[in-house]
């Protein structure tokens, strides 16, 4: 069965210009629990002056607490990150990102791609020693903002370096919503190849050319355990220049609701939570579905035109 990952509390407001408060990354977070979430990647332990958006990282994981029966995701980029994720004892779920791109990996951490990939070994290390599971997204696999087309066999090179890495997934991510559904087919039949069934897969898609629920569809189709998103389908990466919002959750939801083929999550209450996030920024979200309202009871399907 596929799985949400909700997103919104860490990829989603990273890049907001508008100072969220700790409170209202909490209720967010919370309405997001009582509408039947159990995945959340919660923040990231990046240094404040990178995202200062996310400077709170260890005041929210305290406000938080444990969750039994919800599994908390922290982002780090180093071991300077995941020891401040684990010293929380609330984050139980270590992601890591590495970009398929040199002049990305540049740009976002300072590093090569093959510097980061010897960090991140080095973080999963320390993950696993204390007993926390640990995951890895990789960034721009699709297309890069500096190089350009990202060419399949790089997703694929990461695939064969972390594949015996005890990963509790692997992920692609179209971090500039670059991606059409055939691309998405590739890319990751291609990762499945070489990992098989013994690692999951995760897919994370950005709606900027609006194809993100398309290939959010194509991912699961083709067997992806988990979708990412993002409540509102707010999002974007501070170094990425144009990538706009994740898709969103609720988009995704009434997809899969319209399909038969629902999650175990309230769609009305995700929209509660959306009309938090539309206060909390006072501007208009990009989702259709949020502003357009759930579809009218015994509508017909189909159309009269």
């Known amino acids: 069965m596929t799985t949400l990952m909700e997103v919104s509390p860490r ?14 990354k909490l209720a967010l977070i919370e309405k997001a629990l009582a509408a039947g ?3 959340i990647e919660v923040t990231s332990f990046v240094h404040p002056k990178k995202v200062p958006q996310l400077a709170d990282a260890e005041a929210l994981c305290a406000a938080l607490g444990p969750r039994p029966g919800v599994s908390l995701t922290g982002l780090v980029m180093n071991l300077r990150g995941v020891e401040r994720a684990l010293a929380t004892e609330v ?13 990305f990996a540049q740009r976002n951490q300072g590093m090569s791609v093959a510097a980061a990939c010897d960090e991140a070994l080095r973080v999963f290390e320390r993950a696993a020693q ?9 960034a721009v696999a699709f297309g890069c903002p500096f190089a350009g087309t990202t060419p399949l066999e790089h997703c694929v090179a990461l695939a064969e370096r972390f594949a015996d890495a005890g990963l509790r997934e692997f992920a692609l991510a179209d971090t500039i919503g670059v991606a059409a559904p055939r691309e998405v087919t590739a890319a990751f039949s291609a990762v499945r190849g070489v990992l098989g069934s013994a690692t999951p897969l995760r897919a994370h898609f950005h709606n900027t050319r609006g194809l993100g629920i398309a290939n959010a569809l194509t991912a699961r189709d083709l067997g992806v355990e988990t979708l990412d998103a993002s409540i509102g389908g707010i999002g974007g990466c501070p170094f990425a220049p144009g990538a706009t919002g994740n898709i969103a959750t609720e988009e995704l939801l009434y997809a899969l609701e319209r399909m038969g083929e629902g999650l175990p999550v309230s769609l009305a209450a995700i929209l509660e939570a959306a009309e938090l996030v539309e206060a909390a920024l006072e501007r208009p979200l990009p989702s259709l579905v949020y502003r357009a309202g759930l579809a009218p009871e015994g509508e017909v399907t189909g159309s009269a035109s």
């Open 130 to 138: 204390a007993g926390r599971s640990y995951q890895l997204t990789i």
């Open 37 to 39: 979430v159990r995945r």
């Open 91 to 103: 984050i139980d779920d270590i992601g890591m990102v590495i970009p398929a791109s040199d002049a």
């Open 11 to 24: 990829d989603g407001l990273q890049n907001e210009a508008k100072p969220i408060s700790t409170p209202q």
